[in-house]
């Protein structure tokens, strides 16, 4: 690390990467500290990942466990894809979020702890036997002992705000201290705040007020003798702005139905983690978005389904529990063969399970989860900015070949951000929209494209063009309802058989390392990033491995099955019980695949996945 001496006698030292993570109650504020020190990092430059934590909880008791909120950031002067696996600065504000986290701090780390909250009784509510700033709980730590409430009340005693009010200042105090200790510009939370409560200049001048008192105390406090400075990241040159993962998955929506010239209906029921897209979305009305929440997940998907009937581009999302009741209306625009785009952002399940939490355990529901030979196009994002680019393509394949699509996000990349560069409108992927207008003789709905195996998208009202489709078993060209069983036989094969075709439209796989080897590590959606850094550490450590992510899980890309034979075991990584590790296997039974399973509710942490590899190895 590079030094030199601030005029007030601190010293500055240069890092690369820095790992930083705010935790307290839910009322605390955490989520929205940790947005402003995101944005910070973003406008000054930095490459960042984060990983909010939100309890399961809607009202757990203030200061218990299952209350506490908190939000990770890594942020860096070069490229990074993870929130880092632990941190090197935890801000504690009271005994239940020291905790729950202590396990996500690195030894030796610094903890700086809400000192004025850790009395008798709030110890006792976080379970803690005894008071763990005077024994040895935290004797591998540097801990900072900081009255954040006192001295948030102090700060802010002259203005006329109730206790409460003063209170929930001291996220602020605590965001000045870290703006300090990492060399942070606070203007921008200055305007924030100014915008934010605008109505309320009291609330300003407090918000506004505990920051800066923050900043000085850590700028005077002989606690903190040094002062971090990260560089900015050397990105490709571009326009960029941070993006969670459904914000881009609903912009990604918008700038496909405008490729396509199609209005976007989008049928939702409230549900977490998928909800933030139906909010994103309400706010575009300007681009002829339609956006309807319905009473149910079933009318919702219902309503979505009606609007690609009627010739425009219907779209739903949700989450596991919610997919289970979407699945009759799925089955529908399968056999009605229309263009359906599903987002599913997985959470922990089974049943409510842990609905805050992410997984990757709806992998089967989406490809089986239906009555009947239902076959289904399903892609999944790795990032959270691939998310828009995930989410043209799946209405580019809806469209293209007339069937739904599955668009499986996950609750990490969902909820965390990251820096996307804005694509040029010139190279994004054309949509090509054709409805017929005419019929020289009887309409036949479910005559097909030869390359696509897609019938004709036929707008209802159409002169000439009048047609019947529905759930019940449709007849080959004409689309009358057939009970003939040869008829039957073929229809499903020939909407199999479409689902197939589509990989001869989507990119080919590709392999990060060596195009032989030992050892494939095989990962899906959101785990791209802990496998992406696990290969590139072992690589610094002279060990070759590879590394490849699944963007499009059916069909899968035409090249798989070659890639996977040129390895002598497969390594698949999943935030499940091995859903892809069995469909991988059943598909090509030659691999010697292998998995690593995790279920707890959080991504892997690029350690473990760089121990597993090295046991495997």
Same mark, same amino acid.
């Given at each position: 690390m590079d030094k030199q001496k601030l005029a007030v006698g601190k010293e500055v030292k240069s890092a690369t990467a820095?790992?930083?993570r705010f935790a307290g109650d839910s009322g605390d504020g955490m989520q929205l500290t940790g947005d402003q020190f995101t944005?910070?990092?973003a406008l000054m430059g930095n490459d960042f990942a984060t990983l909010p934590?939100? @309890?399961?909880?809607?009202? %757990?008791?203030?200061?218990?466990? !299952?209350? *506490?909120s908190s939000f990770q950031i890594q942020f860096s002067d070069s490229i990074i894809f993870t929130p880092g696996d632990l941190a090197d600065v935890l801000v504690a504000m009271n005994p239940a979020a020291l905790r729950v986290n202590? &396990?996500?701090?690195? +030894?030796?780390?610094?903890?700086?702890v809400n000192e004025s909250v850790f009395t008798e009784a709030s110890l006792v509510k976080a379970g803690w036997k005894a008071n763990p700033?005077?024994?040895? &709980?935290? +004797?591998?730590?540097? *801990?900072?002992? *900081? !009255?954040l409430s006192v001295l948030t009340k102090n700060a802010l005693k002259d203005l006329p705000l109730k206790l409460t009010e003063v209170e929930r200042c001291k996220n602020f105090f605590a965001l000045g201290i870290m703006f300090w200790l990492y060399d942070r510009d606070r203007d921008h939370t200055v305007e924030w705040v100014r915008k934010k409560f605008a109505k309320r200049p009291e609330i300003v001048e407090a918000n506004i007020t505990a920051l800066k008192a923050g900043y000085t105390f850590a700028d005077v406090s002989e606690a903190m003798p040094i002062q971090f400075h990260i560089k900015r990241a050397k990105l490709e040159a571009g326009v960029y702005r941070k993006i969670t993962g459904n914000e881009a998955t609903a912009i990604g929506l918008v700038a496909a139905c405008n490729l396509a010239n199609k209005t976007l209906f989008y049928g939702s029921? @409230?549900?977490? !983690? %998928?909800?933030?897209i139906l909010h994103e979305l309400a706010r575009h009305k300007?681009?002829?978005?339609? &956006?309807?929440?319905?009473?149910?997940?079933?009318?919702?998907?219902? %309503?979505?389904?009606?609007?690609?009937?009627?010739?425009?581009?219907?779209m739903t999302g949700t989450s596991g529990p919610g997919l289970c009741l979407k699945s009759e209306m799925i089955n529908l625009a399968i056999m009605a063969e229309l263009p359906l785009v599903v987002v599913n952002v997985q959470r922990g399940g089974p049943s409510t399970g842990m609905p805050t939490k992410t997984e990757q355990a709806d992998l089967l529901q989406v490809l089986f989860g239906r009555n009947g030979e239902s076959p289904i196009a399903v892609?999944? @994002?790795i990032t959270p900015a691939d998310c828009f680019l995930m989410a043209i393509e799946a209405v580019r394949i809806a469209i293209e070949y007339m069937t739904p699509v599955v668009l499986l996000s996950d609750g990490n990349i969902a909820n965390a951000a990251e820096p996307w560069q804005l694509p040029e409108i010139e190279a994004l992927p054309k949509i090509k929209v054709t409805h017929p207008t005419n019929s020289d003789g009887p309409f036949m709905p479910y005559t097909r494209d030869p390359k696509t195996l897609a019938r004709p998208w036929a707008k209802p009202g159409t002169p000439g063009l009048e047609h019947r489709i529905g759930g019940l078993a449709k007849a080959d060209i004409t689309g009358n309802v057939s009970y003939d069983p040869e008829n039957n036989q073929k229809m499903i094969n020939l909407r199999a058989k479409k689902i197939r075709r589509i990989a001869d439209s989507i990119p080919e796989l590709t392999v990060d390392g060596p195009a032989k080897g030992k050892l494939l590590v095989l990962g899906w959606g959101g785990t791209y990033g802990p496998l992406y850094q696990a290969r590139t550490e072992l690589e610094s450590q002279g060990i070759k491995i590879s590394h490849a992510q699944l963007k499009y899980l059916n069909p899968f890309p035409k090249n798989l099955g070659s890639i996977l034979g040129n390895f002598e075991k497969v390594l698949i990584p999943e935030l499940n019980m091995g859903q892809l590790l069995m469909l991988i296997r059943y598909h090509f039974p030659g691999v010697n695949a292998v998995g690593m399973h995790k279920v707890q509710g959080h991504p892997f942490k690029v350690t473990e996945v760089v121990e597993h590899i090295r046991s495997v190895l």
């Amino acid at each position: 690390m590079d030094k030199q001496k601030l005029a007030v006698g601190k010293e500055v030292k240069s890092a690369t990467a820095i790992t930083v993570r705010f935790a307290g109650d839910s009322g605390d504020g955490m989520q929205l500290t940790g947005d402003q020190f995101t944005d910070t990092a973003a406008l000054m430059g930095n490459d960042f990942a984060t990983l909010p934590d939100y @309890p399961a909880e809607i009202r %757990a008791p203030v200061g218990t466990l !299952p209350g *506490v909120s908190s939000f990770q950031i890594q942020f860096s002067d070069s490229i990074i894809f993870t929130p880092g696996d632990l941190a090197d600065v935890l801000v504690a504000m009271n005994p239940a979020a020291l905790r729950v986290n202590l &396990t996500n701090i690195k +030894k030796d780390g610094m903890i700086i702890v809400n000192e004025s909250v850790f009395t008798e009784a709030s110890l006792v509510k976080a379970g803690w036997k005894a008071n763990p700033l005077d024994d040895d &709980t935290l +004797k591998d730590y540097r *801990v900072l002992r *900081v !009255p954040l409430s006192v001295l948030t009340k102090n700060a802010l005693k002259d203005l006329p705000l109730k206790l409460t009010e003063v209170e929930r200042c001291k996220n602020f105090f605590a965001l000045g201290i870290m703006f300090w200790l990492y060399d942070r510009d606070r203007d921008h939370t200055v305007e924030w705040v100014r915008k934010k409560f605008a109505k309320r200049p009291e609330i300003v001048e407090a918000n506004i007020t505990a920051l800066k008192a923050g900043y000085t105390f850590a700028d005077v406090s002989e606690a903190m003798p040094i002062q971090f400075h990260i560089k900015r990241a050397k990105l490709e040159a571009g326009v960029y702005r941070k993006i969670t993962g459904n914000e881009a998955t609903a912009i990604g929506l918008v700038a496909a139905c405008n490729l396509a010239n199609k209005t976007l209906f989008y049928g939702s029921y @409230p549900i977490t !983690p %998928a909800s933030n897209i139906l909010h994103e979305l309400a706010r575009h009305k300007n681009f002829g978005v339609k &956006t309807f929440q319905a009473e149910d997940e079933i009318a919702a998907c219902g %309503a979505a389904v009606g609007a690609s009937f009627g010739g425009e581009v219907g779209m739903t999302g949700t989450s596991g529990p919610g997919l289970c009741l979407k699945s009759e209306m799925i089955n529908l625009a399968i056999m009605a063969e229309l263009p359906l785009v599903v987002v599913n952002v997985q959470r922990g399940g089974p049943s409510t399970g842990m609905p805050t939490k992410t997984e990757q355990a709806d992998l089967l529901q989406v490809l089986f989860g239906r009555n009947g030979e239902s076959p289904i196009a399903v892609v999944a @994002p790795i990032t959270p900015a691939d998310c828009f680019l995930m989410a043209i393509e799946a209405v580019r394949i809806a469209i293209e070949y007339m069937t739904p699509v599955v668009l499986l996000s996950d609750g990490n990349i969902a909820n965390a951000a990251e820096p996307w560069q804005l694509p040029e409108i010139e190279a994004l992927p054309k949509i090509k929209v054709t409805h017929p207008t005419n019929s020289d003789g009887p309409f036949m709905p479910y005559t097909r494209d030869p390359k696509t195996l897609a019938r004709p998208w036929a707008k209802p009202g159409t002169p000439g063009l009048e047609h019947r489709i529905g759930g019940l078993a449709k007849a080959d060209i004409t689309g009358n309802v057939s009970y003939d069983p040869e008829n039957n036989q073929k229809m499903i094969n020939l909407r199999a058989k479409k689902i197939r075709r589509i990989a001869d439209s989507i990119p080919e796989l590709t392999v990060d390392g060596p195009a032989k080897g030992k050892l494939l590590v095989l990962g899906w959606g959101g785990t791209y990033g802990p496998l992406y850094q696990a290969r590139t550490e072992l690589e610094s450590q002279g060990i070759k491995i590879s590394h490849a992510q699944l963007k499009y899980l059916n069909p899968f890309p035409k090249n798989l099955g070659s890639i996977l034979g040129n390895f002598e075991k497969v390594l698949i990584p999943e935030l499940n019980m091995g859903q892809l590790l069995m469909l991988i296997r059943y598909h090509f039974p030659g691999v010697n695949a292998v998995g690593m399973h995790k279920v707890q509710g959080h991504p892997f942490k690029v350690t473990e996945v760089v121990e597993h590899i090295r046991s495997v190895l």
